[in-house]
């Protein structure tokens, strides 16, 4: 793919002066090829500009047929230059992104690119289905995104891809020996089966106790049952023992100067209150013991989470964290425990970015031996001295 010298093409038709070369992040040299510049898949010209005041030289296609054709031309020709980055308009149909992003992640050398679909101008719900078919890298509303913002979407999704992505220049020893530490999916689909058929059947006998003592301390249900988002956004029912009064959800906003997060001015957000006002005293206990999680091995066998992952979230946080970079803590399954809750539970200091650095670092470098070291530190973290 020729990346043509843009701004240059730019100033003659809008009448600008181009500004400075910004080139966010190099991905590490894949044989002999270097990555640098942008390829824009589609005609919105105002994104088109905003990509050009970020890097001096890009490419911009029409159709995604087309932008295959040419990334493997490149490929195929020896052309020693590609894209850094590849944005593409949600104007085109799902099948059609979806198999030009199966293209680029089974190629050797363009699966190192990150892919972002442009969702400028989408609704909520349009949006979500993107997100469910496509499953681009990120989806960003480019035409709201500040430049220091999509500057730094860009150089995480580089990172990543340089940290996770193909080099055929690497031998492959490294890789098979990582390889063999890590679960396979049916792995850890049975292991998760064995292990929570075994505890709940071990337990039955405790969860008759707790909910008895749910149901004689206050009206409502047994269960609390809501709706979180866990791997790649899935939607599903979360069940716990319930530990709050009939109709807690509902004083979310009443109590929002009480969120502990609620001091950050940026960045994803997070809801949690010290000594929160809606506990009930059995609720508390099962809190500090984690014994309101048990219910949650139902949603093990059902499939929706695993024994070790990261924590499910409620669908008013997982949106804050859709246009984010953070995004990539979503690639993992959602887990009964995790890397943060052993090694940060109970810390009233922790900050938001720590606690989904701590997600990211799981998803990225999950294996065999660091789900066992999780499952083997979570009792010692199960007593957490503040009522969270």
Known sequence: MDLIYLPQTVQKAKKIAPRATFRSYHLPQTGNFQFSGFCYIGRNSNNIMKLVELYKEGAVLEGLEKAKTELLKSVEQGKNKLPEVIVCEARFDFAVISHFNQFLRKHTVLSGIPFILDVSGLGDKDVL?????????????IEECEKEDLISKIRFLCKMKAHTGKDTAEPKIEEKSLRSLRFGPMTKRAFDILVASVTLLLLSPLFLLIALAVRLESRGPIFYIAKRAGRGYKIFNFYKFRTMIHGADKKIADLAHLNQYGGEAKGPVFFKINNDPRITKVGSFLRNTSLDELPQL??????????????????????????????????????????????KRGTKDMSVEERISLD????????FVTDFWIIANTPSALLQRENV
Request: with cysteine; hydrophobic share 40%.
């Open 129 to 141: 289905l993107y997100r469910k078919h496509a499953r681009p890298d990120e989806m960003l509303f």
């Open 360 to 367: 990211i670092d799981y998803a990225t470098k999950c294996n």
């Open 298 to 343: 139902v949603n093990v066998l059902i499939g929706d989470m695993s024994l070790v992952g990261n924590r499910p979230l409620p669908l008013y946080e997982a949106k804050n964290l859709t246009t984010d970079d953070y995004a990539a803590r979503f690639m993992a399954p959602a887990g009964i425990t995790g890397l943060w809750q052993v090694k």
